[in-house]
Protein backbone atom coordinates (compact mmCIF):
# COMPACT_ATOMS: atom_id res chain seq x y z
CA UNK A 1 0.00 0.00 0.00
CA UNK A 2 1.29 3.31 -1.22
CA UNK A 3 1.19 6.74 1.52
CA UNK A 4 -0.31 9.34 -0.73
CA UNK A 5 0.44 13.25 1.05
CA UNK A 6 -0.92 16.42 0.27
CA UNK A 7 1.14 19.44 0.39
CA UNK A 8 -0.28 22.74 0.71
CA UNK A 9 1.88 25.98 0.47
CA UNK A 10 0.73 29.01 1.13
CA UNK A 11 2.99 32.73 0.92
CA UNK A 12 1.96 34.92 3.37
CA UNK A 13 4.91 37.19 2.52
CA UNK A 14 2.19 40.01 1.67
CA UNK A 15 0.23 39.52 4.75
CA UNK A 16 3.03 39.63 6.72
CA UNK A 17 4.37 43.04 5.46
CA UNK A 18 0.86 44.30 5.99
CA UNK A 19 1.01 43.40 9.53
CA UNK A 20 4.51 44.53 10.18
CA UNK A 21 3.38 48.19 8.06
CA UNK A 22 -0.21 47.96 10.39
CA UNK A 23 2.21 47.12 13.53
CA UNK A 24 4.88 50.48 12.66
CA UNK A 25 1.81 52.45 12.05
CA UNK A 26 0.60 52.26 15.63
CA UNK A 27 3.87 52.43 16.89
CA UNK A 28 4.57 56.02 15.57
CA UNK A 29 0.76 57.16 16.52
CA UNK A 30 1.27 55.48 20.18
CA UNK A 31 4.84 57.58 20.16
CA UNK A 32 3.26 61.20 18.79
CA UNK A 33 0.62 60.54 21.53
CA UNK A 34 2.57 59.99 24.32
CA UNK A 35 5.20 62.46 24.02
CA UNK A 36 3.35 65.42 22.54
CA UNK A 37 4.23 68.51 24.17
CA UNK A 38 0.48 69.14 24.19
CA UNK A 39 -2.31 67.88 26.24
CA UNK A 40 -4.44 65.03 23.66
CA UNK A 41 -7.89 63.58 24.42
CA UNK A 42 -9.45 61.32 22.35
CA UNK A 43 -13.71 62.08 22.98
CA UNK A 44 -16.48 60.40 22.46
CA UNK A 45 -18.83 62.43 20.52
CA UNK A 46 -22.28 61.10 21.57
CA UNK A 47 -21.37 61.54 25.36
CA UNK A 48 -18.03 63.97 25.49
CA UNK A 49 -16.55 61.53 28.10
CA UNK A 50 -13.06 61.12 27.92
CA UNK A 51 -11.72 57.68 26.11
CA UNK A 52 -7.85 58.19 26.29
CA UNK A 53 -5.73 60.97 27.12
CA UNK A 54 -2.01 61.06 27.17
CA UNK A 55 0.53 62.31 29.66
CA UNK A 56 0.73 66.29 28.60
CA UNK A 57 -3.23 66.36 28.98
CA UNK A 58 -2.87 64.48 32.53
CA UNK A 59 -0.06 66.76 33.94
CA UNK A 60 -2.25 69.53 32.75
CA UNK A 61 -5.33 69.20 34.44
CA UNK A 62 -3.67 67.08 37.37
CA UNK A 63 -5.62 64.24 36.84
CA UNK A 64 -4.06 60.63 36.24
CA UNK A 65 -5.23 58.81 32.65
CA UNK A 66 -7.69 56.32 35.01
CA UNK A 67 -9.35 59.35 36.38
CA UNK A 68 -10.24 61.48 33.00
CA UNK A 69 -10.98 58.36 31.67
CA UNK A 70 -15.10 58.68 31.54
CA UNK A 71 -14.99 61.46 32.88
CA UNK A 72 -17.45 64.80 30.68
CA UNK A 73 -15.11 67.33 29.06
CA UNK A 74 -17.85 69.77 31.37
CA UNK A 75 -16.49 68.51 34.79
CA UNK A 76 -13.00 70.30 34.32
CA UNK A 77 -14.17 73.10 32.46
CA UNK A 78 -14.91 76.63 33.81
CA UNK A 79 -18.47 77.21 34.62
CA UNK A 80 -18.61 80.71 32.53
CA UNK A 81 -16.72 78.99 29.39
CA UNK A 82 -19.16 75.59 29.38
CA UNK A 83 -22.12 76.77 27.55
CA UNK A 84 -20.22 78.61 24.20
CA UNK A 85 -18.07 75.68 24.36
CA UNK A 86 -20.78 72.66 24.79
CA UNK A 87 -22.66 75.08 21.43
CA UNK A 88 -19.73 74.58 19.49
CA UNK A 89 -19.61 70.84 20.59
CA UNK A 90 -23.12 70.11 19.63
CA UNK A 91 -22.80 72.13 16.26
CA UNK A 92 -19.62 69.29 15.60
CA UNK A 93 -21.81 66.32 16.76
CA UNK A 94 -24.53 67.17 14.48
CA UNK A 95 -22.33 67.39 12.04
CA UNK A 96 -22.23 71.30 11.36
CA UNK A 97 -18.75 71.73 11.54
CA UNK A 98 -15.76 69.91 11.59
CA UNK A 99 -13.34 71.55 13.96
CA UNK A 100 -13.75 74.37 16.62
CA UNK A 101 -10.95 76.77 18.10
CA UNK A 102 -10.96 78.64 21.10
CA UNK A 103 -9.69 80.20 24.29
CA UNK A 104 -11.19 78.52 27.72
CA UNK A 105 -10.55 78.13 31.07
CA UNK A 106 -10.22 74.52 32.76
CA UNK A 107 -10.33 73.92 36.42
CA UNK A 108 -7.40 71.73 37.80
CA UNK A 109 -8.00 68.90 40.35
CA UNK A 110 -6.17 71.03 42.88
CA UNK A 111 -8.99 73.48 42.43
CA UNK A 112 -6.59 75.76 40.67
CA UNK A 113 -8.01 77.76 37.26
CA UNK A 114 -5.32 77.61 33.76
CA UNK A 115 -6.44 78.98 30.70
CA UNK A 116 -5.66 77.31 27.60
CA UNK A 117 -6.34 77.29 23.83
CA UNK A 118 -8.48 74.46 22.66
CA UNK A 119 -8.49 72.88 19.27
CA UNK A 120 -11.25 70.43 18.83
CA UNK A 121 -11.77 68.04 15.57
CA UNK A 122 -13.92 65.54 14.37
CA UNK A 123 -11.94 62.14 13.29
CA UNK A 124 -13.71 60.86 10.43
CA UNK A 125 -13.41 57.06 10.09
CA UNK A 126 -13.63 55.09 6.19
CA UNK A 127 -17.17 55.29 6.54
CA UNK A 128 -16.73 59.24 6.82
CA UNK A 129 -18.94 59.14 10.31
CA UNK A 130 -17.20 59.75 13.71
CA UNK A 131 -17.42 58.68 17.05
CA UNK A 132 -14.51 60.58 18.25
CA UNK A 133 -13.55 64.17 18.73
CA UNK A 134 -9.88 65.01 19.49
CA UNK A 135 -9.34 67.21 21.88
CA UNK A 136 -5.81 69.05 22.30
CA UNK A 137 -5.10 71.90 24.52
CA UNK A 138 -2.03 73.99 25.25
CA UNK A 139 -1.55 76.27 28.61
CA UNK A 140 -1.44 80.27 27.56
CA UNK A 141 0.33 81.04 30.47
CA UNK A 142 1.09 84.54 30.16
CA UNK A 143 -1.07 85.18 26.97
CA UNK A 144 -4.31 84.17 28.70
CA UNK A 145 -4.74 87.69 29.28
CA UNK A 146 -5.70 88.31 26.25
CA UNK A 147 -8.64 85.81 26.18
CA UNK A 148 -11.36 86.53 24.38
Not at 82 to 95: N, P, V
Not at 121 to 145: D, F, P, T
Request: some cysteine.
Amino acid sequence: MSKKYLVSLLDVTDHRRAEEALWESEERFRTIFERAAIGIALIDVREGKLLLSNPAMQKLLGYSGKELSGMRFTEFTHPEDAEHQMALYREMAAGKRERFELKKRYIRKDGKTICARLIASLALGSSGKSSVVIGMIEEMGERASDQG
